[in-house]
């Protein structure tokens, strides 16, 4: 064999065998990693990665419970996420009908019992039938269980981009805001439902009518205690 062939074999061999590069940060395979596992309905919205955003885009129908990207643990939990951007609602309700709302945010549970932590943009319908002309753009809680449900305003969402936390630590969950991540508002403690042990963790989207409706996330975090 001549004196070049062996090393050049060995490249060959080498380059062969080389694993194939790893996708780039915006590719689609990094969403269920970053972000869950699109439900059913999710499956059906255009999901992209992009500037180390997820953005959101819903096909263009209601849905009930929203677009849902989901993971699931157990025990204490702390899950962040910032909604960096959220369309408003049209002005008109579409063929569909439904109210003029768009949402964003998380929603924590299972069995029936869960809490829902989001901003909402909504025009309200008056008595009349016709529409409030200001947009109501809130950062809300809502806590439901087989029995009923509660809501509150926790405050007006601010103009720009909006950070959500639930946490549940010895089994006592609590909700709080913030509008850069570092300042937190008061926690709100989770007072009417007991969330199950094992819980699904959903980032959504629920637009209102049929409308085509875009939500940026990023900044997700979820973090669980150290194993014993």
């Known amino acids: 064999m001549p004196r070049t062939a062996f090393p050049l074999l060995l490249l060959a061999v080498g380059m062969a065998a080389a694993a194939p590069p790893l996708p780039g940060p915006d590719s689609p395979v990094w969403i269920a990693p970053q972000y869950g596992i699109p439900d059913e309905a999710a499956g059906s ?3 992209q990665l992009r500037g180390g955003q997820l953005v959101v885009h819903t096909p263009g129908r209601p849905e009930p419970g929203g677009f849902r990207l989901t993971r699931e643990v157990e025990g204490d939990f702390e899950v962040r996420v910032r909604v960096a951007a959220l369309d408003a609602p049209p002005r008109r309700p579409g063929p569909s009908g439904g109210e003029l709302v768009t949402a964003a945010g998380l929603i924590v549970g299972g069995q029936g019992r869960f809490v829902n932590l989001r901003r909402y943009r909504q025009y309200h319908r008056l008595e009349d039938g016709t529409y409030q002309d200001g ?5 809300w809680f809502d806590q439901f269980n087989p029995a009923g449900s509660e809501g509150r305003r926790l405050a007006e969402a601010p103009d720009g981009p909006v950070h959500l936390r639930v946490v549940r630590r010895d089994g006592a969950a ?6 850069d ?9 989770v007072d009417k439902v007991k969330l199950p042990d094992r819980v699904t963790i959903a980032l959504f989207v629920d637009p209102g009518t049929d409308q085509v409706c875009e939500a940026r996330f990023d900044r997700y975090t979820l973090t669980l205690p150290p194993a014993k």
């Open 45 to 47: 919205c255009a999901l």
């Open 135 to 139: 947009l109501d753009d809130p950062v």
């Open 174 to 179: 609590s909700v709080s805001w913030s509008v």
């Open 181 to 189: 991540g570092r300042a937190w508002a008061e926690p709100r403690p």
